[in-house]
């Protein structure tokens, strides 16, 4: 074959392979065009697919070698000390990673099996897939429609009203604002704007929703509320949840992974390294690793 046809051959194989991942990747919540299957035969099956997944910061490790599976349609915890790089793995899921300029992520993140760290694969496109809930609520200046509508009329998605009163249903939150909808959100309380930033991120119909400590700055009963929001939506969506807090682990999630912090022999160098990751009734009830237990039962933390 001449070289025109090699090359009319390699760039046809280059357009083909985009194709495919740009319809992986897709915002369209058609079921085919996002390769997931129906809610009842997701569950266990994975959404996500950690490969050595290590992350530093200005050449400094902070993560090192975490491989698991994450299932979809479940609640995924992930537990551990402070400084054990819970969140910076989370934020590898999303690629929020890549807005910190010296970061730099070793390994493979499959998302149903397309790498999102991929050359092909559009950052924008996959926050809009796998949306992401902070710790402490932060609620646009805007009032409580304008919050849930604003993701949609960016996208240019279709009926935003309708998009609006499902997001709040979906969030538990519609029968208290209803009747204040023009209402400026920082009016309402911490746990409600905490619900609305969590309606704020379902109204652009992700695939996967990211939690990082979403009640630490809420009081118990908000907290509650949060916690029994997750179990109602994991039936529509994939939740990974950064916790400080075992008992709440142990409540909503279905697998957890347990991290903690290594230190080199100069004890000058740290970074998080995954050391168990299992259903979460055997880790709280009978782990693998005596670390874990230990960290579970309060003996170290």
């Not at 290590?54 to 599976?69: E, Q």
């Not at 000390?81 to 990673?97: A, D, F, I, Q």
């Not at 996967?208 to 929001?229: H, Q, R, W, Y």
Request: glycine share 8%.
């Amino acid at each position: 074959m001449n070289s025109n046809g090699e090359e009319g051959k390699v760039e046809s194989q280059m357009t083909a392979k985009k194709k495919s991942t740009e319809k992986a990747l897709s915002r369209k919540i058609e079921v085919a065009e996002r390769r997931l299957p129906s809610a009842s035969e997701a569950v266990g099956e994975p959404v996500f697919g950690l490969e050595g997944v290590g992350v530093s910061y200005g050449g400094k490790v902070a993560v090192r070698d975490v491989s698991m599976t994450i299932g979809a349609k479940e609640i995924t915890a992930l537990i551990g000390p402070s400084g054990c790089g819970k969140s910076t793995l989370l934020r590898c899921l999303n690629r929020m990673n890549d807005l910190v300029p010296s970061a730099e992520v070793f390994g493979k993140c499959l998302y149903h099996g397309t790498d999102l760290y991929g050359p092909e694969v559009d950052p924008v496109e996959v926050r809009k897939l796998i949306g992401m809930v902070f710790q402490k609520p932060n609620p646009f200046p805007k009032s409580i429609y304008d919050n849930i509508a604003f993701g949609p009329k960016v996208l240019g998605l279709p009926d935003v009203e309708e998009r609006v009163e499902r997001a709040l249903r979906s969030a538990a939150l519609w029968d208290e604002v209803k009747d204040r909808l023009d209402d400026n959100a920082y009016g309402m309380s911490g746990g409600q704007q905490q619900r609305l930033c969590i309606a704020r991120c379902i109204a652009v119909d992700p695939d996967v929703i990211l939690m990082d400590e979403p009640c630490s700055a809420l009081d118990p009963i908000s907290s509650g509320k949060i916690e029994d929001l997750m179990l109602e939506l994991k039936e529509d969506f994939s939740i990974v949840i950064v916790t400080h807090n075992m008992q709440q682990a142990a409540r909503v999630s279905d697998k957890t992974a347990f991290l903690i912090v290594e230190l080199d022999s100069t004890e000058e160098n740290r970074w998080g390294q995954l050391v168990e990751y299992d259903e979460t009734e055997k880790i709280f009830t009978n782990p693998a690793d005596s670390r874990t237990e230990d960290y579970v039962t309060g003996k170290v933390g």
